[in-house]
């Protein structure tokens, strides 16, 4: 059975002046190659990311934000990588909540 398609859009915030926003934490695992789109994209994630996205909608609606490292960062620039990781805990204060998701 196919999986039905998560649809995101992506904003970008200067970190001084964002909205509140949800970090969120969760098991990686293996790359299982579950769509998504991000702003007529489409993305590959992992099966955790996706089952968390699909389930979180109803109750979060439209104008949740949310700070996901898979999506939020470029994954193939070990550059950008190397920029946010030292900030990751900066991010994470920020946030108005943090979600751990097991999956």
């Known amino acids: 059975e196919k999986a039905p398609v998560v649809r995101l859009e992506v904003h970008q915030f200067n970190a001084d002046n964002c909205p509140a ?30 089952k968390f996205l699909y389930y979180a909608r109803p109750e979060t609606g439209p104008s949740c934000w949310y700070w996901i490292d898979e999506l939020c960062t470029n994954q193939s620039s070990l550059d950008e990588k ?14 108005s909540k943090i979600v751990i998701w097991l999956g």
Do not use: H, Q
């Open 21 to 50: 926003f949800v970090a969120l934490s969760y098991t990686w695992g293996v790359n299982d190659g579950y769509p998504l789109v991000i702003d007529s994209t489409v993305c590959i994630v992992r099966l955790t990311l996706y």
């Open 82 to 95: 190397n920029y946010i990781v030292p900030r990751m805990k900066s991010i994470y204060e920020k946030a």
